[in-house]
């Protein structure tokens, strides 16, 4: 599954030094990576809590933490639920496919 970052959110200010347009250039790339690699993850595996998912794919915690909000705004991803409350795992929410 390819899911696209909005190319309509800028990723470096105008007064920011060129070296961060260029990463900004870049970040496509890699959040379409995490991006894949988390909703595969979730696909293949099952539901599964950020930890779960950085055992998964290779990503860390904190890479899969700032990917999960953006997805499940686009709806691809979503919080588990049981008895209509979010499902948890050790403290954690748990994921899944949407």
């Not at 998964?56 to 909000?69: A, E, K, S, W, Y």
């Amino acid at each position: 599954m390819n899911v696209q970052a909005s190319p309509t959110v800028p990723h470096a200010r105008n007064t920011d030094p060129s070296t961060s347009h260029v990463a900004a250039g870049r970040v496509q790339r890699f959040c379409t990576t995490h991006v894949d690699k988390i909703v595969s993850c979730l696909t293949f595996h099952g539901d599964k809590t950020a930890a779960e998912i950085a055992a998964c794919t290779g990503l860390t915690v904190v890479q899969i933490d700032r990917r999960l909000p953006e997805l499940e705004r686009k709806g691809v991803v979503c919080v588990a639920k049981a008895d209509g409350a979010d499902l948890v795992r050790d403290g954690f929410r748990v994921w899944k496919a949407a």
